[in-house]
């Protein structure tokens, strides 16, 4: 990260949303980040310009042909601004804004900014669900997202109609911390990261196995944030039908044996151990070689034994095979009630120093792929996070090691 402050362009375009633009700026001026506000037409139809003034202490960009001072200065326009900002950020991004920038508009300062800059761009939709399911929006989003822009949200919640559905913008200190990933990147540089993911299997003959439903999505997403963040990255995969992120080292395992003994193999360089894996606690007793026949007395009843746990076992590593045990250790926790307690049960149990909660089943509610977490570590108060999709809350989980390892977020260091 460069010494000076990054700037931020905050496009606020026109969406009932707006008013929690007002609060993704107070959260990146609170981040370090400089931020001048540019609106569209249809933005100022919902808050004043005057508030984000406020809230910046500049002046707000309204009229392409306006030269504006940031801070103080001389005074520059949408070429010059879009060669000084680090990032574009439009949030929210209406069906409107985002069809004009797929068409190269140019006719206010945001859409201006977008057409001449280098900085890369995010966006942060927000809009009812049939204008979001729409074939022009997606295709607008497709042509975007192709060109090299940045997404994050929409979720589904209640909108603006009062009926719930997929267009609700994405939660102010989610878009946040969205962007300040993409100003940060090399926050993790230097730091050994062992993600364990997926579900296990373990066999019960050659053809039957005792698994999970998990997919390994949420340590695949860890994984991806944690490399593009500069760490060196291990992933200890289970069986999943997902592709790991390109550039990672994968070491594919099945059971919870094999998940162990490759977490031990890569000690030596693991600063970080991240468990996310859904690992049988138990396996057949037996692995029989030969298929067992529905007619076998032993069919009837299932004699199981405990697997080890992985991240008990690796949290209490001493100096196993040599290596001494990881500097920062993180569990993972899905429950269905009392998150913050069961959460810090496990820390303490499991001998961890983060452990990240979940709520799950039909109580938790939300849209699909979007989760809500607790973050729980010793002697501090828990810090929630969310609904957000799992890329988020992967950024999210990353700034919780950081904020472990050195006592201090980015956003609190504003680095
Ligand atoms: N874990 C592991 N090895 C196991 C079991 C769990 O590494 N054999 C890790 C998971 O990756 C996750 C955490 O431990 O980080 C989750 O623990 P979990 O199995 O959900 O909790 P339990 O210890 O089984 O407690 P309980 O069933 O009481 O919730």
């Known amino acids: 990260m460069s010494e000076r402050m990054p700037s931020v362009l905050l496009g606020v375009s026109g969406s009932i949303a707006a008013y929690k633009a007002v609060e993704v700026a107070r959260l990146l001026g609170k981040a370090g980040v400089r931020v001048q506000v540019a609106m569209t037409r249809g933005g100022t139809e919902f808050v004043r310009p005057l508030t984000f003034a406020a809230i910046t202490g500049r002046e707000v960009l309204t009229d392409v042909f306006q030269v504006a001072s940031p801070g103080g200065g001389a ?3 949408h070429v010059e601004r879009a060669h000084q900002v680090d990032l574009v950020l439009v949030a929210p991004a209406s069906a409107n ?4 920038m797929v068409a190269g508009m140019a006719d206010d300062p945001l859409t201006a900014t977008i057409l001449s800059t280098r900085a890369p761009v995010m966006i942060a939709p927000a ?16 042509c975007l997202e192709e060109r090299g822009v940045k997404v994050v949200g929409p979720v589904t919640g209640e909108l ?5 559905g997929m267009g609700r913008m994405a939660e102010p200190d989610v878009i946040v911390r969205a962007a300040l990933a993409i100003l940060r990147p090399g926050d993790l ?7 364990t993911a997926g579900p296990t299997w373990e066999p019960l003959d050659p053809v039957r196995i005792l698994t999970n439903r998990s997919t390994g999505a949420m340590g695949i997403a860890i994984a991806q944030a944690a490399q593009r963040r500069g760490a060196q990255v291990r992933l200890i995969l289970g069986p999943t039908h997902l592709t790991p992120p390109p550039g990672v080292d994968v070491r594919r395992v099945e059971t919870a044996a094999e998940m162990l003994a490759a977490a031990q193999a890569v000690l030596p360089g693991t600063d970080v151990f991240v468990a996310t894996a859904a690992v049988s606690d138990f396996r057949p007793q037996q692995a029989r070689d030969q298929k067992l026949k529905r007619s076998a007395p032993e069919a009837q009843t299932l004699a199981l034994a405990e697997n080890p746990d992985v991240l008990a076992t690796i949290s209490s590593a001493l100096r196993a095979r040599g290596a001494a045990r990881p500097a920062t250790v993180v569990g ?4 269905t009630e009392a998150v913050e307690d069961n959460a810090r049960d ?7 120093d983060l452990v990240i909660g979940n709520l799950v089943g039909p109580e938790a509610g939300f849209g699909a792929g979007q989760t809500r977490v607790l973050a729980v570590a010793r002697d501090r108060p828990a810090v929630a996070f969310g609904p957000a999709l799992k890329g988020d809350v992967a950024e999210f989980v990353l700034d919780q090691v950081l904020r472990v390892r050195d006592g201090s977020t980015p956003e609190e260091r504003g680095a």
């Open 75 to 77: 005074e520059i326009g």
């Open 97 to 100: 804004v985002m069809a004009r």
């Open 127 to 142: 809009m009812e669900s049939g204008m979001w399911m729409h074939p022009a929006t997606q295709d607008n989003l497709a």
């Open 160 to 164: 603006a109609s009062g009926r719930a």
């Open 189 to 195: 540089t230097g730091l050994g990261i062992t993600i």
């Open 332 to 335: 993972f926790a899905a429950e």
């Open 346 to 352: 496990k820390l303490v149990r499991k001998g961890c």
